[in-house]
C-alpha cells in the first residue's frame, strides 16, 4: 500500500513484515492471493492483515506446520498476541502507522524474545527456535545495515565524554550467602517489597502462557499463592499499603487488585493496552502505568479509574516512576530514550535520547534527586533529575535486567548470577557473588533496612543483608577522596 511518491523506509518495513509472515508460516501470505487480480489488490490495499492462529499454523501451499510452532510443547497466546501486534504494524495500510526504520522492528522482535524466552532459555531449552530463527534472525540479514548503522551509532554516543564522567571505576568482589531462599513456579519477572520491609510481591511465569503471583513475608518459609482464574504473565507489581491491596498489570491488558489478608480478587480491569510497568506514588492516590503502544494511563486508587492517559512514545515502554512527586513521571522506552512528563498534561519536561540500547528499568532515588537506569545491553547511567543530561556512565559486562537506586547507591541484576553495587555516581562499584549459577531477573530493598531479595530465572527468591557490600562501597569512595 502507498504509492511511487512514498518510496522509502516505511515501504521497505511493508517488506519485511511480509517477509517474517512468509517464514512464520512458511510461505504464507498475510492476503488471499488467489483469483482475479483486481481481488487481490483489495484485499492488499483495503483488507487488514490476517494474524497469525493457535494452535499451529499451517501454510496454505505447502500444508506444513512450521518448525518455530513444532518446537514449541504448547503455542503461547500471549506469544502469538506479541508477534501479531509486531506483524499488525509492519502491515499497516497508513505508512506513518508502521515502524519508522528497520532498527526499530529489530529491537520489538528482540524484545519479543527477551519476553518469552529469557536470554538464555531460548538457546538452551528451545534450541530449534533458535536454530530456525528466520522468524527473528531475518533481521540480521535483511536489516543488517540498520543494525551495523545502529551499533555504530552505539560506539559514537559510547566514545562521546560525559561532563564530570569519571574514566575508571573503583571495583572490589565480595561473596555472600543469602539468609533464606524461597522457590517460586517459574522464572521471576516483577519483585517488589512493602514499605516497612515485611511482605515482598513477586510474580512470573508458570508455562508459556499463564502466570502466577504470590506474597512473601519475611516471617514465613514459602509464599502464600494469590489464586486467580488463568492468571496470565504479569509484568509489573505495586502495593497499595493505605487500602491494604497489591496491585498487578498483566500481558493480557488487565489491572489486577488482590487484598493482602485474604489474598482474594478484588478488582479485574481491562487497560487501554498491555501494561509492561507501573509505579504508585507513595502518599498519594495516584498510580500509573505503562504499555507496549507507548502510553501512559493514570489511576486513581481510591476506585482504580483512569485519570487521564498520555501518549510518551512510539515504542514498548519498559519501565515507568513517579520522578520527586505525583506530577512529574519519568519513563523508559525501546528506543534508548528517556522521557520526564508533566503527569497532568503530558507535556516534555525534558528527555536524553540516543542512549543505545533498551531501557530495561528505571529507579528514581527516595529524595526524588536521582533517577538511575539499567540498559538491557550492559550499560547503567545516573541522571540528575532536574537535569537528564548532567549524567554518569558505566559498563556492567552483563544484560541487565532490574535496577534500584537509593540515594547514596544503587545495585543492579542481569544475566548473570552476581549483583553489582554502584555509588551515586558509578565510580565505585562492589560485585556480590551469590553462589548461584542462573541469570538474576529482578531485585528490590526490603524497607528501609539494608535487606535485599533477588528473583532468578531457576525460579528462586534470596533474601539477604547487604551491610558489608555498602560498607565497602562507603570505604571505596571515602578512599578515593583521601
Not at 500481558?251 to 498491555?274: M, P, V
Not at 528527555?351 to 530495561?360: D, F, K, M, N, Q
Request: net charge neutral.
Amino acid at each position: 500500500p502507498g504509492s511511487a511518491l512514498t518510496i522509502g523506509p516505511a515501504a521497505d518495513i511493508y517488506s519485511l513484515g511480509l517477509l517474517l509472515y512468509h517464514l512464520l508460516t512458511l510461505g504464507g501470505f498475510p492476503y488471499p492471493v488467489d483469483g482475479e487480480l483486481s481481488a487481490v489488490l483489495h484485499h492488499i490495499a483495503r483488507v487488514p492483515a490476517k494474524s497469525l492462529e493457535a494452535p499451529v499454523i499451517v501454510s496454505q501451499r505447502t500444508h506444513c506446520v512450521p518448525l518455530w510452532i513444532t518446537a514449541l510443547p504448547r503455542v503461547s497466546r500471549v506469544l502469538l498476541e506479541d508477534l501479531n501486534g509486531v506483524l499488525q504494524r509492519t502491515l499497516q495500510k497508513d505508512p506513518a502507522q508502521r515502524y519508522p526504520d528497520a532498527s526499530s522492528l529489530t529491537r520489538e522482535l528482540e524484545s519479543v524474545l527477551s519476553t518469552h524466552f529469557g536470554n538464555r532459555g531460548l538457546t538452551r531449552r528451545h534450541w530449534l527456535i533458535a536454530g530456525s530463527a528466520g522468524a527473528f534472525g531475518f533481521v540480521g540479514a535483511a536489516a543488517w545495515g540498520a543494525r551495523h548503522a545502529r551499533e555504530r551509532r552505539i560506539y559514537e554516543v559510547r566514545s562521546v565524554p560525559v561532563a564530570g564522567a569519571e574514566t575508571k571505576s573503583r571495583q572490589t568482589a565480595l561473596s555472600l550467602e543469602p539468609m533464606a531462599t524461597a522457590s517460586v513456579p517459574g522464572p521471576v519477572r516483577a519483585l517488589v517489597a512493602s514499605t516497612d520491609g515485611q511482605w515482598v510481591a513477586c510474580a512470573g511465569m508458570a508455562t508459556q502462557d499463564s502466570g502466577f503471583a504470590g506474597l512473601w513475608s519475611v516471617t514465613e518459609s514459602q509464599p502464600r499463592w494469590l489464586h486467580t482464574e488463568k492468571l496470565p504473565p504479569l509484568a509489573a507489581l505495586v502495593f497499595d499499603e493505605p487500602r491494604g491491596m497489591l496491585l498487578g498489570a498483566g500481558h493480557d491488558g488487565y489491572f489486577y487488585a488482590w487484598q493482602l489478608e485474604s489474598g482474594t480478587l478484588q478488582e479485574k480491569l481491562r487497560l487501554y493496552d498491555s501494561s509492561l510497568c507501573m509505579d504508585r506514588e507513595a502518599g498519594t492516590g495516584v498510580l500509573v502505568i505503562g504499555s507496549r503502544s507507548g502510553h501512559v494511563q493514570i489511576l486513581s486508587t481510591d476506585s482504580y479509574q483512569q485519570r487521564a492517559k498520555l501518549h510518551v512514545c512510539a515504542e514498548h515502554m519498559r519501565s515507568v516512576r513517579f520522578c520527586g512527586g505525583a506530577d512529574r513521571i519519568i519513563a523508559g522506552c525501546d528506543a534508548g530514550a528517556i522521557y520526564l512528563i508533566d503527569a497532568t498534561s503530558g507535556e516534555s519536561l525534558d528527555r536524553v535520547e540516543s542512549l543505545g540500547g533498551i531501557v530495561a528499568s528505571l529507579s528514581v532515588a527516595p529524595s526524588g534527586k536521582r533517577v538511575v537506569a539499567a540498559l538491557y545491553e550492559g550499560w547503567i547511567f545516573s541522571f540528575d533529575a532536574k537535569n537528564l543530561n548532567d549524567m554518569r556512565e558505566a559498563n556492567v559486562e552483563q544484560q541487565l535486567h532490574s535496577v534500584y537506586a537509593a540515594d547514596q547507591w544503587a545495585v543492579a541484576v542481569g544475566t548473570s548470577e552476581r549483583v553489582d553495587f554502584f555509588s551515586s555516581d558509578l565510580a565505585s562499584r562492589v560485585t556480590l557473588a551469590m553462589g548461584s549459577t542462573t541469570e538474576t531477573t529482578a531485585i528490590t530493598r526490603c524497607g528501609r533496612d539494608q535487606y535485599f531479595m533477588t528473583g532468578g530465572h531457576d525460579g528462586v527468591l534470596r533474601y539477604f543483608h547487604a551491610s558489608d557490600v555498602l560498607a565497602k562501597l562507603s570505604f571505596l569512595g571515602e578512599r578515593a577522596s583521601a
